[in-house]
């Protein structure tokens, strides 16, 4: 069964339990995904399967990627394509459908997408930092002031200022599979998930 699947972010709810417990639930279109490619130790040095997702209109199709899905034998245009690995890739065959079944009620996941992105940031809303005083007179209140030692003449990597937010790739850890609907291929995570709604997410279980 492969460990993971591709889906889209729909947005956040809340579910109750049977002791009344709320819940916050993020609802994800999981699948279905077709298997694009199969990949073995003596072809390729590795076990894995890659799956595609999603839909594409054919002026948005590049020529190779239009050739790679005709010889896996899929007829939709996928626009993502993503891969998992797995210990043997001789079960699954070119043009398989997945859907949200593999994943069950209670599994423990891993969820990763790429979070919002907020444009250019300074260091208070970027990285919390403490503002300057607000009294009469002081004209600094939120500017960084010293930029780095003055011996190298340098700014070390690393160090922590203004500078793009958000916009990168993100694994949320500690999430559980809440509820699983392998009819509308909906799958509810428990939890927030990075990202805004529409976006591609890839689930992955923890113990595979």
Known sequence: MLPGILGTKVGMTHVFTEDGKMIPVTVIQ????YVTQVKTEETDGYSAVQVGFGEKSDKRLTFP???????AGVKSNLRWLREFRVDDSASYELG????ADVLEEGADVTVTSTSKGKGFAGGVKRYGFKGQHMSHGYMTHRRPLSNGPTGPARVFKGKRGPGRMGNDTVTQKGLQVVSVDSERNLVLVSGSVPGANGCLVTIKKVNS
């Open 65 to 71: 990627k239009h050739g790679h899905l005709k010889k």
């Open 96 to 99: 398989q459908q997945i859907g």
């Open 30 to 33: 999981a699948g279905p995904v």
